[in-house]
């Protein structure tokens, strides 16, 4: 059974960072793509990040780039998301997602085939 858990959401003031964790398991991700995405209240999944588990490349949403990376760690399973200079409009539920994306990534939600609960992050003003 797949299972991603995401953890290291929480409050920071604008301007700071936060790191996300995403734990993966249950089958090998190899030609894999992990993806981030996020939703703010009232508005719909916005894609943010993706990484291809095999080769490592990354692909970014324009609103995040400079300021967002993520990477992995194949020993232990997991993704992270670097998040600096939050903003405020940065606030949302960040979830990890996981899925073939024919071997490429995906900003579509329904490219991916498993998600994540979900963790708040909150950039205050």
């Known amino acids: 059974q797949v299972q991603l858990v995401e953890s290291g959401g929480g409050l920071v003031p604008a301007g700071d960072s936060l790191r996300l964790s995403c734990a993966a398991s249950?089958?090998?991700?190899?030609?894999?793509?992990m993806g981030w995405f996020r939703q703010a209240p009232g508005k719909e999944r916005e894609f943010v990040l993706a990484?291809?588990?095999?080769?490592?490349?990354?692909y970014g949403a324009d609103s995040v780039k400079g300021r967002f990376t993520n990477s992995r760690d194949n020993a232990k399973n997991t993704v992270y998301l670097q998040m600096n200079s939050l903003d405020p409009e940065d606030t949302a539920v960040y979830s990890c997602a996981a899925g073939p994306c024919g071997g490429t990534y995906s900003r579509d939600p329904s490219g991916y085939s498993y998600w994540g609960q979900g963790t708040q992050v909150t950039g205050s003003s």
């Open positions: 990484i291809m588990w095999s080769s490592g490349r990354t």
């Open positions: 249950g089958r090998s991700f190899s030609g894999w793509t």
